[in-house]
C-alpha cells in the first residue's frame, strides 16, 4: 500500500514499502553481509547495559584482538562507520602542536592529512603516485627529516588497491620515540596483519568489507604507549563522542554510560567475528588470497590489466584499469542496473582511469568471481 505524507500543505510525499534492490556488491564497500550475521541483527534489542549485552561487548573485544592478532586491552567497536574509528585514533593520540608525519599513497591518506590538521597538529606528509607504496628506507628519511610525534600510513589503499608493507616499521617508529598509527579499513580479516608483532600503536578498521557485516560499528585499538600518552595529554581530548577515557570507562569494568550503544550492529559485529574464529583466522586470509588470485587470472585472460604489481596488490580490492576507447562510468552503470552488480570507478588521480573490484568478507568466494568475469565477457567490447 502507497501511503501519501503531506509536508507543510504543498508538498506530497509517497511512500510505498520499502523495496532495495538485491546486488553482488563487488565495489570497494560495503561488501554483502554473510546471511548468519543479517539474521543476529534481527534478534531483539536489549538495553545497552544489559548483562546479556555486556558480556557480548567482552566478546567483541576478545574477537577483535584475535582478528587483529593484539592483546591491547583498549580494543573497542566505536559506534560510527569506519572514518569514526579513524577520527577516534587522531583525536586521542594528536595533541595541539605534535608533528605527524602522514604517507600519502592515495584518498584516504589526504583524509588522515585534513583530520589531523583540524586537531591542531603540525601535519608534515610525503607522497607516492597512486598505486605505489613506501620503502622502509623512504620512511626512515622521513621520519629522520620530520621527527613526527606520530606516523601515520594506511594498510591497504583503497582508492588503488595497494598494500603498504609494515614489517619494520614499528621498529622504526621505537627508534624515533614515535607512535605508529595505521589504517586497517580494507584489510582486516582480508590480509594478514600483526599489530603487535609489527609494533601498531594504534588502528582503526571497519565493519563492511573484510568482516562481512554492515556498516557502523567499527573497530578501534590503541596499545600501552599510545594509551600511556593519552594519560599523559595536557589537553582533554577534543571529540567528547570519540574520547578513549570517556570510551573505556564503558567498555572496561566501570560500565558507566557513554552512549546508547547501536545493538543490533553490534549483534551483527559479534556474529561476523564469530564466523572468522570458525573459519579460522588464516584459512579466511587465505580464502582472500585465493579467490583474489582467481579474479587476476580471469581479469587477465579478458586482457584487462591490473594497475597495481603483484608484489603490493591486496587481496580485498583489485583496481583494473580501464581499456583505451572503453566507458567506465557507462560499463559499470550497466553492470548495475542490468545485473545487479556493483563495482567503483577510481577516486582522485584515478577518477576515469580504472574500475575498483572488491571480495570482500562473505562476497570472497569463486562464484562472486565467475559472476562478474561471465559478465564482463558479455559486456566488454570485443
Ligand atoms: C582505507 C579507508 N579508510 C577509511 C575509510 C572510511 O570508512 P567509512 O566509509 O566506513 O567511514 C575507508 C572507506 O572505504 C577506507 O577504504
Redesign the pocket.
Known sequence: MTLTVSINNDRRLQLAPLQIPTRLLLG??PSNAHPAVLQAMNTPPVGHLDPAFLALMDEIQTLLRYVWQTENSHTIAVSG????A?EATIANSVEPGDVVLVGVMGY?GN?LVDMAGRYGADVRSISKPWGEVFSLDELRTAMATHRPAILAL?H???STGARQPLEGVGDLCREFNCLLLV?T??SLGGVPIFLDEWGVDLAYS?S?KGLGCP?GA?PFTMSPRAAEKLQQRRHKVANWYLDMTLLSKYWGSDRIYHHTAPINLYYALREALRLIAEEGLENCWQRHQKNAEYLWQGLEDLELTLHVPREFRLPTLTTVRIPEGVDGKAISRQLLSEYNIEIGGGLGELAGKVWRVGLMGFNSRPESVDRLLEVLRQVLPK
Open positions: 570497494p564497500g562507520t569506519g572514518t569514526a579513524m584516504f583524509r594506511v591497504a589503499e583503497t589504517d579499513v580494507t571497519c563492511q556498516p567499527s
